[in-house]
């Protein structure tokens, strides 16, 4: 794109908001492109490639629920939707609203800084043939779109393959008869292991903090009469498009927490519940319990300690199951996001899988031919998978340069603290917003309907300064002051702070420790947002 053209608005990538975004301003006649860093559609699906990779929100909520031309007439086989299945809905939709005539691929974007004057984003990228002026800047980044790997020693050295499962080789790994190593046991990680253990030669799993894992009770099109869960007839869409804005997650079809407190029901009832959600399957067990699980640790006991019986159970090995589900929690349950897994505790009864402890044996380096680890010394693989995670939630915009045209760069304001209003924009920084990210309900929620409910909020605002003739908006700094303070308040209440996860930037070494995550739900989040809209966006200037 010419430097002299000038766009209504420039999106950041395209995935589920940024396509979404790109489809309701198009066809409200504004001017808008959208720079990707892949070479096709999907966002987190395009690098999301890695063997087993799949969505832990269920059909038919992870998708673009506003545009029925799109999911009118395309059928998923899957409760869960693998990465394949994934692509083919993108490329379903790029058919259909023929979306890649306004989107640039291979092009990453380094750099925006905002013309006071002008009143618009300079934006520049790494290929320095492509660059722009937009009057509106929308970064749809994503919350794990920044690859993180601990800076091991030797890495350089080894002999074998390693790879970060975030970048996964499009052409796939045969692992087949491979000894490999894997390096970290979230979400990737559990997906993974799975699904490679049983044809690998060897696997070794190096475990920091084990995964409190849930049953993912996947089934396909077809199959589902066996499972508690059906497929939702196409008929009810609609309906259940409308319901997850009125969910606390918008992650579990016709379920939320539930109206009962944990105080009020007897241990049966509580025993009852906490089985039928178990054998639901997916998000049910995290977020269509009891709310208090995350305020009293009583409740957070109890639900740990059924979780804890379920899955002892289904391990062999002593040591193993003593490591992956142990007696005494690792952490208040549930206060990271639960992965969900199929068969990730069975696979550790092979006797080709081993794990090992690095809080008690750490990793001291990568050699020519392993993982040097400080009790068990060199263990000889083929391969290295770094299952090690996202600088989270901030990291995609961070690792942006943007400036607001008045000597302040967004890296310096929240470099003692991160400060948005609405989980949307920041003061300082007009015409500037991002969805799916910092201290919205990021992470705690489905990413298409957030996006949904946070792009249809900003194209409305869009529509407002044209029709009024108004060129800037920026958050006014006491809203933004308001809106970290009520976020902080509820999440120093609540038995998440004591827990080192990446909802509060505790996985990335020297990242402040602070709250990334809204945690007042979906319903109360778009209760903020109209509020905000009816009251002639209040919190906002706009000139």
């Known amino acids: 794109m010419s430097n002299d053209q000038v766009l209504d608005a420039l999106i950041v990538g395209a995935g589920f908001s940024g396509i979404h975004i790109l489809s309701k301003l198009r066809g409200l006649g504004f001017n808008v492109k959208i720079y990707e860093s892949g070479r096709d559609l999907g966002g987190t699906w395009f690098w999301n490639r890695y063997p087993g990779a799949r969505v832990d929100s269920e059909t038919p909520i992870y998708q673009l629920s506003e545009e029925k031309d799109i999911w009118s007439d395309f059928e998923w086989r899957e409760r869960f939707p693998g990465r394949e299945e994934l692509m083919r809905y993108f490329h379903h939709a790029d058919k259909k609203l023929n979306l890649s005539k306004d989107i640039y691929y291979n092009t990453t974007v380094t750099d925006a800084e905002f013309d006071q004057s002008k009143k618009l984003w300079h934006v520049t990228t790494s290929n320095k043939d492509v660059s722009t002026w937009a009057n509106h800047l929308i970064l749809c980044t994503g919350f794990a779109s920044k690859r993180y790997t601990p800076p091991f020693n030797g890495v350089d050295k080894f002999k074998g393959q390693w790879y970060h499962s975030g970048v996964w080789p499009e052409e796939g790994v045969d692992l087949k008869g491979k000894r490999v190593a894997i390096i970290g046991t979230g979400a990737s990680g559990v997906q993974i292991i799975q699904e490679i253990g049983p044809n690998v030669e060897h696997l070794t799993v190096y475990q920091r903090t084990p995964n409190l894992a849930i049953p993912m009770r996947q089934c396909f099109l077809g199959d589902d009469e066996k499972s508690l869960w059906k497929f939702p007839k196409k008929e009810r869409y609609e309906e259940i498009f409308q319901n997850l804005k009125k969910t606390f997650g918008a992650l579990v079809i016709d379920m939320d927490f539930t109206d009962k407190k944990f105080v009020d029901s007897t241990p049966e009832e509580r025993q009852s519940l906490y089985k039928y959600l178990w054998d639901y399957g997916g998000f049910s067990y995290w977020l269509s319990t009891y709310k208090e699980i995350f305020f009293l640790q ?43 897994e199929t068969s990730f505790y069975e696979v550790f009864n092979q006797t080709n899988v081993d794990l090992i402890n690095v809080r008690e044996s750490p990793i001291l380096s990568i050699t020519e031919n392993g993982v040097m680890t400080e009790k068990e010394g060199v263990i000889d693989v083929d391969v290295i998978v770094f299952a090690t995670g996202f600088d989270s939630v901030t990291g995609g915009i961070l690792n942006i340069n943007i400036k607001n045209g008045r000597g302040l760069s967004i890296q310096d304001k929240w470099k003692s603290g991160t400060k948005t209003y609405l989980g949307l924009s920041t003061a300082e920084f007009p015409n500037l917003y991002w969805f799916y990210g910092p201290q919205a309900p990021t992470a705690f929620s489905n990413g298409p309907t957030t996006g949904t409910v946070q792009g249809n909020f900003v194209v409305d605002l869009m529509v407002k300064m044209r029709n009024e003739k108004k060129r800037s908006v920026e958050a006014v700094q006491a809203a933004e002051d308001k809106w970290v303070k009520d976020l902080h308040e509820v999440w120093y209440s609540s038995l998440f702070p004591a827990t080192d996860s990446w909802y509060q930037g505790a996985n990335i070494p020297g990242k402040l420790r602070e709250p990334l995550n809204y945690f007042g739900g979906i319903p109360e989040y778009v209760e903020n947002l109209d509020k905000c809209a009816n009251n002639n966006y209040d919190g906002f200037v706009i000139e």
């Open 298 to 340: 009583e409740a957070n006991d109890e639900v740990y300690n059924f979780w804890c019986e379920q899955t002892r159970a289904r391990l062999t090995d002593p040591k193993k199951r003593d490591l992956l589900a142990p007696l005494k929690p690792p952490h208040a349950w549930g206060t990271k996001r639960p992965c969900l």
